[in-house]
Every structure is written in C-alpha cells, then in structure tokens.
C-alpha cells in the first residue's frame, strides 16, 4: 500500500516536471521564432537543465547561439551533445565544423566536412560550407575549384555562384567576380546588389562602395549583411560610430547574425581605450645602433576617428657618440563633416639629452669633432597633416605635409638636422589583379652646416596572387641639392634602385598571421665629383603577429638589407634590425 502511494507521488511529480519543461520549450520556441534567440536560448538551457533528453532542437539551438555569439567551447560541447542524440543529421557536425571555421580553426573544420561530404558527397549545404572554409583558409585555388566542380552539375544553384563570385573577390580577380554577380542581378538581385558592393571596396573605391551598400540597406532593411556590409565599410573607413550604428542595426534585424557580431567586436575594439607598446633595434655596418621605444595610449573621441598619444624614448650609438631623444606626439584621426576624405593630424616636440654626444675630440686640438652640438634641453617641434580619400573610380590618393627632428643616428642628434617637406601618393586599381602606387615627395633639411633639399619618387606595379600576397617591380630614387655626408646623413646627388619584390602574407583575423618580403635589384648611386656606382642589392623582412581577439595583438618582425657603398664597387652597406610591437585593450 505504501509502495503504490509512494510510487504514484513520484509519477505526479515526474508529470509536473515534464509540464514544466514542455512549457519552457513552448515559450523558447516562441521567442526563436520571434527573431530572439538569445533569449530562447536560456530558457532552453533552463529546459535542459530539468531534463538532459528534453528535445534534440533544444541542444541544436542552444549550440548555435554559443556558436554564433564566438563561445567556442560552449557550441562544440553542445554540439556534440546533439550529434550523440542525433547522429544522422548532418546539422551537428556541419555546425561543428561552422563553429571552428568562425574560430580560425580552419583545418579541424575541414576535417569535419571531409567526413561529412565523404559519407555524402551530393550534401549540398556540405560542400558548399567546406568550399567557403576553404576560401576562409586561404585556399582560394581550391574553394574556386570546389564551387566550378558543384555548379559543373548544379547549374542552376545561384548560392554557389554567389560562393564562387566571392571567392573570386577574395582572391582579387574583381573583374571576374563583377562578371559573376551581374549574371545573379535578375534571378538574386539582392546578392548581386551586395556583391557588387563588396567588390567595389575590395578594389579601394570605399566612399562608392559606401553609397552602394546604403542602396542596399534601403532597398532590403530587413537584410542584416546589407548592414554589416555598411558598417564594416564604415570601419575601413576611420567612422567607428558610424559602423557600430550600421551593426547595431544588423542585429536588430537578426539578433543573432554572426558576421555582424564579429564586425561589431572589431568596431567596439575600434572605440576601447587601447595602450601600444614598440620596441625597435637597428645597427649597420657604418657602426651605427640605435634602440627606440615607444609607449601609446588612444581612445576614441566623440567625433568620427581616433585621439592619442604617445611617449618615445630613442638611444643612438656611433662609435663613441651617443645620443639620446625624448619625444612626445598627440595625434588625431577624423572625416570632416561626412566627408569620403579622412584626415590625419599630430603635433608634438623632440628633446634632446646631449651630455654624451660631444666626447670625440680631435686628437690634434682636443677640441669636439662636431661644431656646435646639441645641448641638454634643446627641442624641435613635430607636426603632421595628412588628407586622403578618392579621387576617381579606382583611384585613391593622400597629400602629408609634415616636419620634425631627423633623429635617427648619433650624428644626427649631434647635428640636430630636422626635415620639413611635402609628400603626396596615388594607388589605381587596374584591370585584372594590378596595382600601381605612386609616391614623390620634397623635403627641406636644416640646422646642418649646409642647408639642403631632398627630392624622392618611386612607383610600383604589383600583380595580386591571392589575398595579401603578390608579386611586383619597383623602380625608387631621391637626390640630394648638395650632395655629400658633412652633417652625418647620406646625401647623394643620385641614388636610384629598380627591384623585382615578392610580398606572400597567410592573413588571419584572429590566431598567428605570418608575413615575408623581399625584393632583388640593381642600385645606382652617384656623389657630387663621382661616376655612377652599380650593383645588386637584396633587401628581406619575415615577421609573424599573433591576434588572440579583436584589437590585441602581439608581432615580431626582423629585416635585413645589403646595398652598394657609394664610395666602392666591392664594398657592401648592410643592414639589420627587430622589431617588436603589441597592443592591449582596456
């Protein structure tokens, strides 16, 4: 009797319990629906944590919130939660493999989807999100195949077209890319609106591809990549509130998209206090070493761009000179007044501390080599203005003018040489995967012995690769009004260098990024009463950055150059150097 009355207590409270969880998954359901999924997804969690089986689309959703709000470890382990209750449904291990991607775990995705589209390779969500990793990889040779291979028997598949179209994008064929998304504008006008957008900017147009992902924003609102395609646009751009604004929005469209929260994580970092630390050393075979370290702070203004300062402290040797500076910049960054051109502005000054720099004497009169050397307190302003912006389809430009202390030797601390001068550039996007930059400059060089001016130029025609890797030639040169070495910098009456350069970069937005550079060329050289000096010079740079989360980060770079001496045809000039730099957000 007491059994059968404990017995149907324990059944009542079981009945009320699973009532309990039914009504919490009801009202999860309605809010998943509803577009809040955040929201859902706690009272799942609280379904779940009632009753561990209550339902496969508890875990599956729960799973994909963790995933889409970057919570690794949460969406993997839930995840493969779901793929235990439900090991026929590709969902699972296609969100795993999502989730990974999302992380910059590229090859332990792949190797998700590689079991997946091995089991069946005619799953179409399958091995259209592998070709996508792919791209996301780097492997954009082998997304391009993968989504040509699909549409070779799907041709009427507009997704994977528009996969392809972006692939094409990411690896810099624009024209081909442009091409793709046109042959979409009747059947996907939405995608193609956007596409074509995105490639506007991938070809540095970004006030027009501005204006077109605003066209899109207003012809699909309820779009949530309309929006995240004007924010991160916005970013690029140097407007971070403008952008937050864009991606808050995106996310009220979809409060789960992904890309818009993995944009606005850049734009909040964009808008965080940040503190940048640089550390940097440089020696020669002229004998010549110099350590610099700098310590910044920024933060974001109330207008559009950025304010900060920065502290550099810089130690130079040569021989038995030393010399030391101080220096403190405040610069800022802004878009006047909505403008597609930003600016760039800094002032600052450079003090010397020359209580070692004048203890060479000459042996004959014991008198210092340098006349008139730097003293202790001495300063020399610093400034900076720079304007860029575009200036034709395909066509952007920048104009600096800008002066301060020439302090990057012993000598020229003793000498307290300044430059004031004008720069202006230009890069046009090119048909097909070209480049060409262009830089000339002019400067004036004072308190030297002899007042001079320098004139330099240089062009480059680069041919993209893949993304952040390419191959190129460069032609250089600057020449000195009066020419010589009297005030402890090189100042040739000629100096010219053609090269052939190779830059490979493997690009990550979050995990290790790996650079190498190096260029092979011929140099010319010319002194005021000398001939013309030829030969090679090689120059090579390898550096790798570690990014754990947007706006932090932490790289290594080290450089080496060997270039002809002007006053030898076998006597080299060689030079070498590390560089260190991280950033941390506050």
């Not at 439900?86 to 699972?92: I, L, M, S, V």
């Not at 020419?483 to 995990?511: C, S, T, W």
Request: net charge neutral; hydrophobic share 45%.
């Amino acid at each position: 009797m007491c059994g059968g009355l404990a017995l149907g207590m324990l059944l009542a409270h079981s009945s009320e319990a699973q009532s309990a969880v039914t009504v919490l998954l009801v009202r999860a359901d309605t809010l998943w629906d509803a577009g809040r999924t955040d929201s859902a997804a706690v009272l799942y969690r609280a379904a779940l944590a009632q009753d561990s089986l209550a339902t496969p689309r508890a875990v599956l959703r729960v799973a994909t919130v963790f995933s889409w709000t970057t919570q690794t470890d949460s969406a993997l382990r839930y995840f493969a939660r779901y793929e235990r209750m439900q090991p026929a449904d590709a969902r699972g291990p296609m969100g795993r493999a999502r989730t990974l991607a999302w992380a910059s775990r590229y090859a332990a995705s792949l190797a998700v989807l590689d079991s997946v589209v091995g089991a069946a390779p005619a799953e179409r969500d399958a091995v259209l999100l592998r070709a996508q990793v792919q791209a996301w990889a780097g492997d954009l040779g082998g997304a391009t195949s993968a989504y040509r291979a699909w549409i070779a028997g799907h041709a009427d598949d507009d997704d994977a077209r528009a996969g392809l179209a972006r692939t094409l994008s990411w690896d810099g064929k624009f024209d081909d890319a442009a091409g793709e998304y046109r042959a979409l504008e009747t059947r996907l006008p939405a995608e193609a609106a956007k596409g074509l957008a995105r490639v506007t900017a991938w070809r540095g147009d970004l006030d027009a591809a501005r204006a077109q992902w605003a066209d899109v924003t207003v012809k699909y609102p309820a779009d949530p990549e309309g929006w995240t395609g004007l924010g991160q646009v916005q970013r690029w751009q140097g407007r971070p509130r403008d952008a937050d604004r864009a991606l808050a929005q995106a996310l009220v469209v979809s409060p789960g998209y992904a890309e818009a929260l993995s944009q606005r994580a850049w734009v909040r970092a964009d808008l965080a206090p940040a503190g940048d630390l640089l550390v940097a050393y440089a020696n020669d075979s002229d004998q010549n070493r110099t350590l610099t370290t700098a310590l910044g702070f920024g933060v974001a203004p109330p207008w559009q761009g950025k304010l900060n300062a920065t502290v550099q402290l810089r130690r130079a040797e040569f021989g038995t000179f030393t010399g030391t500076t101080s220096a403190l910049r405040i610069g800022t960054q802004w878009t006047p007044l909505g403008a597609a051109w930003s600016m760039r502005g800094e002032v600052g000054i450079t003090l010397y501390d020359a209580a070692n720099l004048f203890n060479a004497l000459d042996p004959a009169t014991l008198t210092p080599l340098v006349p008139q050397p730097a003293k202790p307190g001495d300063a020399q302003a610093s400034y900076m203005l720079r304007a860029s912006g575009p200036i034709a389809s395909g066509i952007v430009g920048g104009l600096t003018v800008s002066g301060g202390a020439f302090d990057e030797t012993a000598l020229l601390m003793t000498h307290r040489i300044r430059t004031d001068g004008v720069d202006a550039d230009v890069t046009a996007t090119l048909p097909g995967r070209f480049t060409l930059e262009g830089t000339l400059g002019y400067a004036k060089i004072g308190n030297g012995g002899v007042p001079n001016a320098r004139l330099g130029y240089a062009a480059t025609l680069r041919y993209a690769l893949a993304r952040g890797s390419w191959i190129g030639v460069t032609g250089r040169g600057y020449g000195y009004d009066v020419p010589g070495v009297g005030d402890g910098y090189f100042a040739p009456q000629k100096f010219l260098v053609g090269e052939g350069a190779a830059h490979f970069e493997l690009p990550r937005d979050i995990g290790w990024n790996v650079l190498a550079d190096a260029g092979i060329g011929m140099q010319s050289i010319r002194l005021s009463g000398t001939s013309d000096n030829s030969k090679a010079a090689q120059r090579a740079q390898l550096g790798v950055l570690f990014r754990p989360a947007p706006g932090s980060e932490a790289s290594l770079t080290i450089w080496i150059a060997n270039v002809a001496s002007p006053f030898s045809a076998t006597t080299d000039y060689r030079a070498g150097g590390i560089t260190a730099r991280g950033r941390l957000l506050f």
